[in-house]
């Protein structure tokens, strides 16, 4: 009897154990899987670059972030690009042209162990590919000129380079009338008063391959006519020095001329100088001429005309300004803006310098600020101790090109200058 009840204790003291062990270690492994968190159900390739590739794929249960792996198929290899909570990544730094291979896995952090989804995402295959130039975006007229226009454009990304169109809306035809790497073009030579259709096509060439850009919105413009005869730059009074042949430029007919003779010389130089004498365009020997005084008008050009002048000869500036020193109408002019598109602010008459002493130049800019003659003074040009600039006129200076070099202003204009150009504003002296 005793033997019996040993052998039920040693019984059911085994089956305590069994019971005990069972519900400790059944219990841990049931928090192990509870941790493991689920599998990422897709995966995409949302955007491909030159060098790189944007991938983005769906949350995952229970998981506290993702791991990003690179797999080398040729000897399955994986590389861990990036663990993050995130569900898109951007993978940079590839080779162009390149076929790669991406996986993600779901993992969790728990007890000090990292828990990792039994499966990764489907595997998903990029190549990394040359980007096509994006379109043209802002498409405008920007200016006239007499006759022309300035078709103006924002740069395109990837692009490096544009393809410009005209429309025929009678035929229905559109005809490449310029390529080219600028982002503005001027049409001339146009028919007054016709209807112009133009649009413009992006493209980047890479070795032997060109992709292209969609097609730009397309803008239009009517010709104008812009009387610019009167509208040039420094002139001089001359006479000739001694008895000269010179020759009449639209026939080529020579005329001899006596010495004393007036003549209007359009540069000044001892070669062959392009001149006017009664009213005809001549070409005559520059060291027979005898300088006299700048020829001036004292009539300022209408808006339309200075903008025409300005834009035509595609000056840009540093600034959103930019100024027009005209030594032939004795006028300044400001303009807002920027290259092919300017627009007159201002017109401010002035005082230049005689017989040529303000220099002719197009790369002057607003170099320095001081004060002299009882207002501010605004250098164009700075030699260390001296230079030229903007300054006040007084009562006692006469109008016209009397100057030292300087140019002088009235007390308003010279003010308005001051506050609305910066430094670095571009001048140009004709």
Not at 5 to 30: N, R, W, Y
Not at 81 to 100: D, F, I
Not at 348 to 361: D, F, L, S
């Amino acid at each position: 009897m005793v033997n019996k009840m040993k052998k039920g204790i040693k019984s059911l003291s085994m089956l305590l154990f069994l019971l005990v062990f069972v519900g400790i270690f059944g219990v841990k492994s049931l928090a192990a899987e509870n941790y493991i968190p689920g599998n990422v159900a897709k995966l995409t390739v949302t955007a491909r670059a030159e060098n790189s590739v944007s991938l983005r794929w769906t949350k995952a249960n229970n998981a506290d972030g993702y791991i990003v792996y690179m797999i080398d198929k040729k000897n399955n290899a994986y590389t861990n690009l990036t663990h993050q909570a995130g569900t898109s990544y951007t993978v940079k730094n590839l080779k162009l042209g390149q076929r790669y291979y991406f996986q993600v896995f779901a993992y969790n952090y728990r007890a000090g162990k990292v828990y990792k989804s039994v499966n990764g995402s489907p595997i998903v295959i990029a190549t990394t590919a040359y980007q096509k130039p994006r379109q043209v975006k802002n498409l405008r007229i920007a200016s006239y000129g007499d006759k022309s226009m300035v078709l103006k454009w924002n740069s395109a990304k990837n692009a490096t380079g544009y393809i410009v169109k005209v429309y025929n809306p009678e035929t229905n035809k559109r005809t490449t009338v310029k390529i080219t790497t600028n982002t503005l073009v001027q049409f001339r030579n146009l028919t007054v008063k016709r209807k112009y259709y133009f649009y413009v096509r992006s493209y980047r060439k890479i070795g032997d391959q060109t992709l292209y850009g969609e097609d730009s919105q397309m803008v239009s413009g009517v010709a104008k006519a812009i009387d610019m005869s009167q509208v040039h730059g420094r002139y001089y009074n001359t006479t000739l020095r001694c008895n000269t042949t010179v020759k009449i430029k639209a026939s080529g007919k020579k005329v001899n001329l006596r010495a004393g003779t007036a003549i209007v010389a359009k540069e000044r130089r001892s070669g062959i100088v392009n001149a006017i004498w009664n009213g005809k365009e001549i070409e005559v020997p520059g060291r027979n001429l005898s300088y006299n005084s700048l020829n001036t008008s004292g009539k300022m050009y209408t808006f339309a005309q200075a903008e025409a002048y300005v834009n035509s000869m595609g000056y840009s500036s540093d600034t959103k300004y930019l100024i027009w020193i005209n030594q032939y109408s004795l006028y300044t002019y400001i303009f807002q803006g920027s290259q092919g598109e300017w627009k007159g602010i201002r017109k401010m008459k002035c005082v230049v310098g005689k017989n040529g002493n303000t220099p002719i130049k197009t790369t002057y800019k607003l170099v320095r600020k001081g004060y002299m003659y009882g207002g501010p003074i605004i250098y164009i040009a700075w030699f260390g101790w001296r230079g030229y600039g903007f300054h006040r006129r007084t009562s006692s200076l006469a109008q016209g090109a009397v100057s030292g070099g300087c140019i002088r202003l009235g007390d308003d204009d010279l003010y308005f200058l001051d506050r609305t150009c910066p430094l670095g504003t571009r001048v140009i002296s004709y």
